[in-house]
C-alpha cells in the first residue's frame, strides 16, 4: 500500500485536479490495496465508472496527458509486487 499511496501521492501533488479526479484515484489506492494489482481495463468498469460512465476517459475528458500518466503508473506498479 505504501507504494502505491506514494506513487499516485506526487501525482496528485504535482496535478490540478477536480474533486472527481481526486476521488477516482483513491479510488484506484483503494482497490490496488484490496486486489493488490489493477488492470487498465479496470479503469472503464465497475467500481471505476461510478463518476462517469465511461471511466477513466470520462473523469479526465479532454486531459489525454494525464490519462497517459495513469496509465503509466498503473503499468508501472503491475511490474512491481504491490501488496
Known amino acids: 500500500r505504501e507504494t502505491v499511496v506514494k506513487e499516485f501521492g506526487q501525482f496528485l501533488q504535482n496535478n490540478q485536479l477536480s474533486s472527481n479526479q481526486i476521488q477516482f484515484i483513491?479510488?484506484?489506492i483503494e482497490f490496488y490495496t484490496e486486489k493488490g494489482h489493477l488492470d487498465?481495463?479496470?479503469l472503464y468498469e465497475p467500481p471505476f465508472d461510478f463518476i462517469?460512465?465511461?471511466g477513466l476517459d470520462g473523469v479526465f475528458e479532454n486531459n489525454a496527458n494525464?490519462?497517459?500518466l495513469?496509465?503509466?503508473k498503473v503499468k508501472g506498479l503491475n511490474k512491481i509486487k504491490v501488496s
Open 26 to 28: 483513491e479510488q484506484m
Open 40 to 42: 487498465v481495463a479496470n
Open 52 to 54: 462517469d460512465e465511461d
Open 66 to 68: 494525464v490519462i497517459d
Open 70 to 72: 495513469l496509465v503509466e
